[in-house]
Each structure stands twice: as C-alpha cells, then as structure tokens.
C-alpha cells in the first residue's frame, strides 16, 4: 500500500458528515462520538452497516415473495374481473407479442429487484467473511445497485398513474391489489439497505486481510 | 486504533470525540421482524381464507377458465376455479375448485353445481348478465347429508334450487307428452311452478314427473286438485266436433301442466310428495271420476270402422261408459271373424242402476230380457266416428248375456245403418228371384209369332198400293173442287158476302124495332 492510500481511519481521523469538521478519533473509542463543533453524530463507518443492512435485506426478501405471489393490479372491464401478478402481466404481453414491454416490466419488476437483494446479500457474506476478493469490482456493483434501484419504482408509478386516470365505472376500472404494497416495500426496502451498506468496509476488510 | 496514538504527526490539537453508551443491538432489525408479521399475518389471512379444494366434472368446459371462473352462491363468489383438465378417458372434463373458508358446510352429497351461461329454454332467458361477466359456476349448497369433496355438474340450471319456498309434487301419467324439464306449470292460467324431472317409473307403466309449485301457490294444491297436460294446444275431435283449448302461448310453444282445485271442496292441503294423477286433457281431468267400472264385452259382425278405444258408450244419449279396447278375432272352428268391443260402464253414472255388483246376474239377464242392447251409432256424421249405443228395443229378437267369457258379453243389434244396408240386400235379393230368363225366352216366342204373321201379311202389298193412289186421285179432284180457284169456292164466298148483307139488313131492322116499335104497324115515321 503506497503513503498516498492512507484512510481516514488509519490516520486515527474522522470528518463530520454535516460541517466537514476534521476530528481525531480519541484513543478506545471509536463510537459515540459527536462532532465538538456542531454536535453531529460522528462515524469513521456507517453505525452497524452491516447489521443494518443485514436487516433490511431480510425485510425485502420476506417482503419479495408477497410481491411475486399476490397480484398488483386488478382490472374490471364490463363487470369481468382480472387481477394480475407482476409474472402473469409479463406472460401476458409475451403471450400478446408485446416482447419491449414484457422485457420492461420483467427488468424493473423481476430482474432489478432480484438482482438488488441478490447483489446486497453477496456484499454482506463477501464482508463477512473478511474476503479481499476484487474489491473494486465489488464497489462497482454497489455503485450498480444504489444507481439501478430507484428504477423498479416504474412498475408502481405505472399503477399508482392507471388506479388514478382509470376511473370509468363499470367501462373499465383499475385497482391496486396487495401485492403492489408489497412491492413497493421491496423496492424501498432495498434502496434504504443500499444506502446503510458502507462500501468502505469492502476496502477496510480487504486492507486488514492484505 | 491504539497504535495510532495521539499527538502524532501533529493532531495534538484536535477535539476529542466523545463516548457515549453502546446500543446492545440495533432497532432496524425491527423492519425484517415488521416485514415477518406483516408477511405472516397476510399469508395467515391467505391461507385462513383457502377453503376446500373440490373437484367437479362436467361433460364440457365451455365458457370455464382456470383461475379466472368463480363459483357462486347467489351471486356471492364462494369459490374459484384454479384447474381445468380433461378425464382420463376423454369423456369430459374435471375443474379443481378452491372454496372459501367456511364453504365446507356446504358441501354435501346433494350439493349440485352447474355452469351458469347464457340460456333460452322454458320460455325464459336466464344468465344474461354472463355475456359481459363470462361464465360461473352456480351452486345450489345443501347443508345436511354427507361431506364430499367430488362432485358431477349438471348439464342444466336445477330448476329450482333447495331453498326456494314451495313444495314437490308428483304426477303420474301413461305418455309424457311434450312435457320436459323445465315446462311450466299453471294454475289459472299463471305460471306458478315448473316440472322438475320427468321418467319413467321403474315399473315402465308410467311416467313419473315431479314439479314444483313455488309458495305460496302451493296452497291451492289439494288433496282433490286435478291436473292435466295443457301442452302446446289440445285439439279433441269428438262427437261434439273439434274443441281447441290453450292454456298460454308459452304452453303451445313448450308445453305445460295445469291443475285447478274442485269447486267448493274442503278438502285439505295435499302434503308435499302427494302423487295425483296427470290427465291427457283438461277434459278428462273436468270429467268426474268414477272409481267404479264394469266391464263389458260385445260382439259386431260388421265394420266397427269409425270406433276407437275411448269412443262413449251412451244409453239413450248419455255417456255411461267408455270402449276400452277393439279387436279382431278369428274362429277357427266356425270359420269366422268376429270384432270383440270391450266396453267399460261406470255405473256410479246413472243413480240407482243395479249394476253395481258386478256379477249380478239376475238383474242384467232381466234387462236384456226387457230389450237392452248395443248398437253401433253414428256419433259424428262428419267424422264418421261411431259410438256404442245401449238401449232397450222392446222389439227385438230375444237374446241372452253370454256369462261364459271373462267378462259378460251383452247382445247386440245391427246399427240402423245396417239395418238398411240389409233391406237394400233383400230388395236385391228379390229382384235376383225375378225370372228374367224365362221372360226373355216367352218374348223371343212372341216375337217370332209377330214375325210369321209379318210375313203372311206381305201379300197385302199391291192392293194397298191401288187403294192409295185411288184414295189420291180422290184428294186431287177434292182439292179441285175446294180449291181457291175452284167455282164452287167463288160461288161460296159471294154467298156468304150475301148472307152478310142480309145480316146487316137485318141488324138495321132490329134497331128500327128497339126504337120505334110502333113502325112494325105504322111503318117509318119519316115516311109519313
């Protein structure tokens, strides 16, 4: 490790997250601390990134299978109810030849998601268990998934907007069904889990394990 | 840390942090368990709400589709259709069905299921609302008898579902006439009921057919009600000619039961199930109902074209009975074909008739004594059906009942009919004894005489010519003596001219005597 690759942290320093304030850490602690100048809660890393995200990934993925399994949107058209899963949506625009808009949904509703939980979990285990394995390759896909994340909205903005301009009594009417709450939990969920995830610790346990 | 001590590379002056007490563990974790509880409690929900799991066949899957039909009670979803699959052996299909919770109550043996689609059968259009909605599947849930998870779907709606206020009926009849599941059933002419099931018993002798007659028209059914086939319209040819009765257009279309209750009886309430009998036509329902018949049998020797089973038998005009059954025979010991009628008389018809025992002999052999006879009677000149006549024929040869047969065989009379049909054949008869070939042989003999005489009168020829032309020549000088031209003619006519002359004279002469008598003596007065 060259003298320029020097953290923060291994100066024994922290800066405030809210005025910039360079602080030392004090010998034997490193929690707790406040900032002396203006009184914010200061951290070399994340409190309990780990925990936390830990948590939060579990959340998503208890919220997930709801997600998939109810349906999202129930269609009443001339007194015929139909209500749709996220997959039977799908399997209906494949069946109908509507591959852009299958592709679409499929992406931002099933694959993005998936993928999140998926990218999230292997971050914890890698950290975990103190792996220095490309640690730069695994930054890029947190980077991935705090960008792609908020993406999986579409599916809800696409109902919350139908439920809201679909209102023609018995022609045709649009309701969300619990599996869009559940959905959007998912989606929440995995967003704040990716915003408790410190990639710093990717580098600090890689640098231990060097 | 510790390694990296303070007051290195010159951060002696930086602030120290401060340390405050560790949290044990952190409250996000309470986000996964909220998550959990929330995903547990909707799952608890989900899984609380799965009723049983049925299955139910029917012979065609039309209008079903898996996952999307429901099955309604009453138009309350109670179930949904999850599978659609085809029998084994192809013969029709089988739906898997997961009910609500709850819905296990309901489902017993008698439970019956059908598809609900659009319908015209039985003069009415039933399940419009599934041209927009789809198909469902009704159910009728029955809530006694054994739980069961299998069920065989009806092909058609159940008429009436188990919880409609009203009472079962059941009718026999010989013939089914146009009566099907479905056809209405009238009272008054208001539909209040329809036929439930109609089959043969098991018996084969009749047909039974259950109905139902909603509440509260199922209290004018009594214990007397009469009900009869009021299908399509019921045209009777009978003696009395052609009577058309309808009890609606629906009934002519699809056929239909009616019963009325007797006039002024009290009698009571029929209990459901009460087995009445169902009359051909409103006509045998109205005729009054004699319990008792005897039968009788009675022998034509001529055609009985014209006489069918059910043709009146009438003592002196009035229905007394009915013919029962027309046969024909062959004797083969005395060669001959005979026509057995049975009749049947119900005697409760005519009051105080002795008739009523059966085999009273004495009575029956008196009245035969006195005359009773049957007789073949034109009933309809226009339809050429007959009827059988009894009647006492104070004149007619003796006879007696023959007791010998299974039933008593009464005498019987050529029809009036006949009766001249055989006086036309004595007429011929006699007519066949005029001796027409003698007559020919003596008018030939005659005829030759005539002839002989002919020819001995030839010689007569030449002196009858001479006496003509004499008797000519004697009209020639006749006429030349009368003739215009003839003097004695000329001379006639001034005679006559003359003697009109001298009339006239005379006539003047008269005149002068009417007015002057007096000149007969004292001549005209002109010439005095």
């Known amino acids: 490790m060259s003298r320029q690759e020097q953290t923060a942290l291994e100066a024994s320093c922290a800066s405030c997250h809210d005025c910039g304030l360079l602080t030392r850490v004090p010998r034997g602690g490193a929690h707790g601390m406040h900032c002396p100048r203006c009184g914010a809660a200061l951290h070399l890393r994340k409190p309990r990134s780990l925990e936390r995200t830990w948590a939060l990934v579990i959340a998503a993925a208890i919220c997930y299978l709801p997600a998939n399994l109810f349906p999202v949107m129930t269609v009443t058209s001339f007194g015929k109810a139909q209500s749709d899963t996220i997959m039977s949506g799908v399997i209906y625009f494949v069946s109908h030849g509507d591959w852009p808009l299958a592709v679409v949904i499929f992406t931002a509703s099933v694959f993005v998601p998936l993928m999140k939980l998926a990218i999230l979990t292997f971050l914890l285990i890698s950290v975990q268990l103190r792996s220095s394995w490309r640690p730069v390759e695994r930054t890029r896909m947190y980077r991935l998934t705090e960008v792609i994340g908020r993406w999986s909205m579409v599916d809800i903005y696409v109902i919350t907007i139908l439920v809201a301009l679909v209102r023609l009594g018995n022609l045709a009417t649009i309701e969300a069904a619990p599996g869009a709450v559940f959905f959007g939990a998912v989606v929440v969920i995995t967003i704040f889990a990716a915003e408790s995830f410190d990639p710093r610790i990717i580098w600090d346990r890689s640098a231990t394990g060097s | 840390m510790t390694q990296h001590g303070p007051g290195r590379d010159g951060f002696e002056d930086v602030a120290e942090a401060e340390i405050a007490e560790r949290q044990r563990l952190s409250v996000v974790w309470i986000i996964p368990l909220v998550a959990l509880l929330v995903g547990a409690f909707v799952a608890w929900r989900v899984l609380s709400a799965r009723g049983p799991e049925i299955t139910i066949s029917f012979k065609s899957a039309e209008g079903l589709e898996a996952g999307k039909t429901k099955v309604k009670y009453k138009d309350v979803e109670v179930g949904l259709i999850e599978d659609v699959s085809l029998e084994k052996d192809l013969s029709g299909v089988v739906c898997r069905a997961r009910m609500v919770a709850g819905a296990e109550n309901y489902l017993r043996s008698d439970t019956r299921f059908w598809i609900v689609k659009p319908r015209v059968a039985g003069g009415q259009v039933s399940g419009l609302g599934t041209l927009l909605s789809g198909a469902y599947v009704g159910m009728d849930p029955v809530v006694s008898g054994k739980r069961e998870h299998s069920f065989i779907g009806l092909e058609i709606p159940p008429i009436v579902t188990l919880h409609e206020a009203g009472r079962y009926f059941v009718l026999h009849s010989t013939r089914a006439g146009s009566i099907d599941v479905g056809t209405p059933v009238f009272f008054r002419k208001i539909s209040v009921g329809q036929v439930v099931s109609s089959e043969l018993d098991a018996t084969d002798d009749f047909v039974t057919t259950r109905i139902f007659v909603r509440a509260p028209f199922d209290a004018r059914v009594h214990t007397d009600s009469r009900f009869w086939n009021a299908s399509g319209f019921n045209a009777t040819v009978s003696p009395d000619g052609v009577t058309i009765d309808t009890e609606s257009v629906i009934s002519i279309l699809v056929g ?118 049957a007789q073949l009677k034109s009933g309809n000149l226009l339809t050429g059906q007959l009827v059988i006549a009894l009647d006492m024929h104070k004149d007619a040869p003796p006879a007696k009942v023959l007791w010998s047969g299974a039933m008593p065989e009464l005498p019987t009379l050529p029809t009036p009919l006949e009766e001249i049909t055989a006086s036309l054949t004595q007429l011929v008869e006699r007519l066949s004894k005029v001796p027409v070939e003698k007559i020919g042989s003596d008018l030939s003999a005659s005829l030759a005489a005539l002839r002989v005489t002919l020819v001995k009168s030839e010689g007569l020829g030449p002196a009858l010519t001479n006496t003509l032309q004499q008797a000519e020549r004697t009209l020639a000088s006749t006429d030349a003596l009368i003739g215009p031209d003839s003097s004695v003619n000329s001379e006639l006519r001034r005679a006559l001219l003359e003697l009109s002359e001298a009339a006239r004279a005379l006539g003047l002469a008269a005149e002068q005597f009417q007015t002057q008598p007096s000149s007969v003596i004292f001549g005209k007065e002109g010439n005095q």
Do not use: C, W
């Open chain 2, 256 to 373: 239909g039961i009616a019963f009325e209750a007797r006039d002024g009886s009290g009698a009571p309430l029929a209990e459901p199930e009460t087995v009445f009998t169902l009359f051909e036509s409103r006509e045998a329902a109205d005729r009054p109902n004699y319990t008792r018949t005897v039968a009788f049998l009675v022998q034509f020797d001529q055609s009985v074209r014209g006489l069918n089973v059910g043709a009146p038998v009438e003592f002196r005009g009035i229905e007394i009975g009915e013919v029962t059954s027309v046969k024909l025979e062959f004797d083969p010991k005395r060669v001959r074909f005979r026509v057995p009628v049975t009749i049947e008389i119900e005697p409760e018809r005519i009051a105080g008739m002795p008739l009523a025992e059966r085999r009273d002999h004495a009575a029956l052999d008196r009245l035969v004594a006195g005359g009773l006879r």
